[in-house]
């Protein structure tokens, strides 16, 4: 069962930081990944960032290749989202996702959280 539980979204000026952070309350065993998506009105729902617990590996979406950090923690059912030099292009709602499978950086989740909107002003 899942309980995915996201903070740290907000409004923000173009070139800050904010951090992402998400817990599964819900889950009582470890997962094979977590990571984060995110969406923007009238598109689809796009992959971010995620990080494979088996490896350690983390992957990310070109878009944000040097600006954004993944990191967690499995055996507590955390993951983070460091987010630098944001950009306009940044905003939408992004959601937490836990389990399911990474592979080369197409990630396939099992649960999902509710979101949490990060807008970004140029």
């Known amino acids: 069962q899942a309980q995915l539980v996201e903070s740290g979204g907000g409004l923000v000026q173009a070139g800050d930081s904010l951090t992402l952070s998400c817990v599964n309350s819900g889950r009582t065993d470890n997962a094979w990944a977590m990571g984060w998506f995110r969406q923007t009105p009238g598109k689809e729902r796009e992959f971010v960032a995620g990080?494979?617990?088996?490896?350690?590996?983390?992957y990310y979406a070109d878009s944000v290749k040097g600006r954004f950090t993944v990191s967690g923690d499995n055996a507590k059912n955390t993951v983070n989202l460091q987010m630098n030099s944001l950009k306009p292009e940044d905003t939408g709602v992004y959601y937490c996702a836990d389990g399911g499978t990474l592979y080369e950086g197409d990630y396939v989740p099992d649960f999902w959280g509710q979101g949490t909107q990060v807008t970004v002003s140029s």
């Open positions: 990080i494979s617990w088996s490896d350690g590996y983390t």
